[in-house]
């Protein structure tokens, strides 16, 4: 397997734009992270899946932020508009199921957001 | 809930010297715990983990961790570090029962030649 598979691995915008991160998770993988990752914060879930199903949305930081996933090997992270503050690697990880003694999250090479 | 702290945020250590690096955890149920290695430029990944049965786990790259229930410890240790070491490590936590990994803050080991 290839591993979790990110795109971009890197991205600069301008304030305001519409930025679209891209996950596909090993397959056969039931769960979905999305990670924020800053100097000042560390390692943030903002959201996870389950079976396609969003499960906790609790640290999504605001409205601008959204999550799909619209099958079992695509999801999307999307900032709308995006602002400089959104400035951070993002990254995006798939395991069998937490709890689990087989519970291993494996991450991808992550996205590199520069807001200007 | 579960959460993790990772007493040091940096830690500088001569090449060939032993390291260890620190991390409690609260938990009011059973936990699995975890590190992880993050590489410049990379994605995190898995050092080793404890699930249960002997407290010494020993994981990739010659480090191991030891569970220490009564001091709700789990703490890194390598006895002899090289430079391709220095990278950010992180402790985390699940419970048992489809709850994620909560993670530590990390902690930055640099290893000096």
């Known amino acids: 397997d290839a591993g979790v598979i990110q795109s971009p691995r890197h991205e600069v915008t301008e304030m305001g734009q519409e930025v679209t991160l891209r996950c596909k998770p090993i397959?056969?993988?039931?769960?979905l992270f999305w990670y924020r990752q800053t100097m000042m914060r560390g390692l943030e879930l903002l959201i996870y899946?389950?079976?396609?199903?969003?499960?906790?949305d609790s640290g999504m930081p605001e409205d601008r932020f959204s999550a799909k996933m619209p099958n079992a090997s695509f999801s999307t992270l999307k900032i709308q508009p995006s602002e400089p503050r959104d400035s951070a690697v993002y990254f995006c990880?798939?395991?069998?199921?937490?709890?689990?003694?087989?519970?291993?999250?494996?991450f991808g090479p992550g996205t590199r957001l520069t807001v200007l | 809930a579960q959460s993790v702290t990772q007493l040091d945020s940096q830690v500088p250590v001569f090449e060939e010297a032993p390291v260890e690096l620190r991390c409690n955890y609260s938990?009011?149920?059973?936990?699995?715990l975890f590190w992880y290695v993050q590489y410049p430029n990379q994605g995190l990944q898995l050092l080793l983990k404890?699930?249960?049965?002997?407290?010494l786990v020993k994981g990739i790259n010659g480090f191991e961790a030891e569970f220490n229930k009564s001091q709700t410890s789990f703490h890194l240790r390598k006895p002899s570090v090289h430079i391709s070491d220095t990278a950010e490590y992180f402790c985390?936590?699940?419970?048992?029962?489809?709850?994620?990994?909560?993670f530590g803050k990390g902690t930055r080991l640099s290893v000096i030649a």
């Open positions: 990880a798939s395991s069998l199921i937490p709890g689990l003694p087989t519970d291993t999250q494996y």
């Open positions: 938990s009011s149920v059973s936990v699995y």
């Open positions: 404890y699930l249960s049965g002997s407290t």
């Open positions: 985390a936590v699940s419970g048992r029962g489809n709850t994620p990994l909560v």
């Open positions: 899946f389950n079976n396609n199903v969003p499960i906790d």
């Open positions: 397959s056969g993988h039931d769960y």
